[in-house]
């Protein structure tokens, strides 16, 4: 059975900290794999996106991912953290062709001064 | 472009009262699809379309309904309002080739009373 998992529920992190936000899928095949992040009352927002290629892929907001094949993991991460960071945070994977997206329950990210 | 368009941004409904959510979208998709997002499950897949006249179920379709008689244009159905149906639902679309992520609308927030 297809699957996201988002170990994480919820992180504190201090302004200026890295975060990384972890992703583990199982999955038939190769997905494509995405992070969204939602703020408060706000819709989806596209971080970042893996098709193929080079395995780190560079999003918006200084983010980063990196999609680890042996370990069915497409973990998310950020050197250093604002204030405005503070959202949820969702991996999502769907197949090659449009299919399905299977999201993640999320991890709420709270950024302390 | 307006891109994907949810119409209306807020809800109210009584039990048992019908429904239909909006989606719109100017982008000449093939792919459309409708989510629920509720606290703790991330996003789950009521219904998809994969081009007009063609629709199927994903993970939680009982108590919708969806059509797709034009490109643009993916309504979602609530026909009897229970309470469950409380949440957050996005509308998305996708072209159907090329490596490219699904666009959501902003979201219609209902609440059944």
Redesign the interface.
């Known amino acids: 059975a297809q699957s996201v998992t988002q170990p994480d529920i919820h992180i504190t992190v201090s302004e200026g900290a890295s975060l990384e936000l972890r992703c583990n899928y199982s999955y038939g095949a190769t997905p494509y794999l995405f992070w969204y992040v939602q703020s408060p009352g706000q819709g989806l927002q596209l971080l970042l996106k893996y098709f193929s290629g080079d395995t780190l892929v560079q999003g918006i907001k200084g983010f980063e991912a990196e999609f680890k094949r042996s370990q069915s993991s497409f973990n998310l991460r950020k050197p250093s953290v604002h204030w405005s960071d503070a959202a949820e945070y969702f991996c999502a994977v769907g197949p090659q062709s449009w299919g399905k997206l299977q999201f993640g329950a999320g991890t709420q990210v709270v950024v302390t001064p | 472009n307006a891109g994907v368009t949810q119409t209306p941004k807020f809800q109210v409904l009584k039990t048992g009262q019908s429904m239909t959510l909006q989606c719109a979208q100017d982008m000449n998709h093939?792919?459309m699809?409708w989510?629920r997002q509720d606290p703790?499950?991330?996003?789950?897949?009521i219904h998809?379309s994969?081009g007009a006249g063609i629709t199927d179920q994903?993970?939680v379709p009982n108590g919708y309904n969806v059509s797709r008689s034009t490109t643009e244009d993916f309504p979602l159905r609530l026909l009897s309002a229970a309470p469950s149906q409380t949440s957050v639902y996005?509308c998305?679309s996708?072209p159907?080739w090329g490596?490219t992520?699904?666009f959501?609308?902003?979201?219609t927030r209902l609440t059944v009373v």
Not at chain 2, 40 to 45: A, Q
Not at chain 2, 104 to 107: I, K, M, V
């Open positions: 093939e792919y699809s989510y703790g499950m991330g996003l789950r897949l998809y994969v994903g993970e996005f998305a996708r159907q490596d992520e699904a959501f609308g902003q979201g």
